[in-house]
């Protein structure tokens, strides 16, 4: 019998079911990878990189690439 169960696939590997789930049979599976939607992988970016682009050093390291400031 097929069973699925959605799962979340930490930075190291590892896998946890995203909700509760009985007692996983030791045997065979396949994993299928589910890409993260485009939109949804620029906001986790932006957002994450948001910090860095914000501070005063960065403005200083790329002042010489805006002739009018």
């Not at 946890?16 to 589910?34: F, V, W």
């Not at 906001?43 to 914000?54: M, V």
């Amino acid at each position: 019998m097929l069973h699925t169960i959605e799962v979340e696939i930490d930075s190291k590997g590892h896998i946890r079911p995203l909700e509760p789930a009985e007692r996983i049979p030791a045997g065979r599976a396949l994993l299928t990878l589910l890409a993260l939607a485009d939109d949804e992988a620029l906001d986790l970016a932006e957002r994450s990189l948001g910090e860095d682009w914000s501070r005063p050093e960065e403005d200083a390291a790329w002042a010489h690439l805006q002739p009018g400031r």
